[in-house]
Nanobody, 124 residues
Framework: QVQLVESGGGLVQAGDSLRLSCAAS????????TGWFRQAPGKEREFVAA????????YYADSVKGRFTISRDNAKNTMYLQMNSLKPEDTAVYYC?????????????????WGQGTQVTVSS
C-alpha cells in the first residue's frame, strides 16, 4: 500500500510560480516512479512529469518542458513540482501518482496509487 498526499496548490497570476509537494509513504517498490498528472475541467487527465526515485531521472510533457521541474527529497520521502512562468492553460487539479519500475512513465493506467489532488488556478 502507498499513501500520497499533495499540497501547495492555489490561485496565482499568469507568470507567477508555485511549488507542489507530494509526501509519499508505504511500499517502496510501488513508488519506484512517482509522477504528476493534471486534469482540467472537461478534459482528460494528462501526464505532466515523472521521476525515478532511485537515480533521479526525469521526464516531462512537452507542454511544461523548460517551465516545470520535478524533484525529490529521499530523506523526506517527498516529491516536488516547481512550476514557473505559469499560464492560464496550466489551470487544473494536479495529482501525484506512483508506480513500479515497469511500464511507460506517461501512461496513466500504469500508475496504481494516486493522491487526492490539489487545485492550481492561474488567472490571466
Amino acid at each position: 500500500q502507498v499513501q500520497l498526499v499533495e499540497s501547495g496548490g492555489g490561485l496565482v497570476q499568469a507568470g507567477d510560480s508555485l511549488r507542489l509537494s507530494c509526501a509519499a509513504s508505504g511500499r517502496t517498490g510501488s513508488r519506484a516512479v512517482t509522477g504528476w498528472f493534471r486534469q482540467a475541467p472537461g478534459k482528460e487527465r494528462e501526464f505532466v512529469a515523472a521521476i525515478i526515485w532511485s537515480g533521479g531521472s526525469t521526464y516531462y510533457a512537452d507542454s511544461v518542458k523548460g517551465r516545470f521541474t520535478i524533484s525529490r527529497d529521499n530523506a523526506k520521502n517527498t516529491m516536488y513540482l516547481q512550476m514557473n512562468s505559469l499560464k492560464p492553460e496550466d489551470t487544473a487539479v494536479y495529482y501525484c501518482a506512483s508506480k513500479g519500475v515497469m511500464g511507460s512513465m506517461t501512461l496513466m493506467l500504469n500508475y496504481g496509487y494516486w493522491g487526492q489532488g490539489t487545485q492550481v488556478t492561474v488567472s490571466s
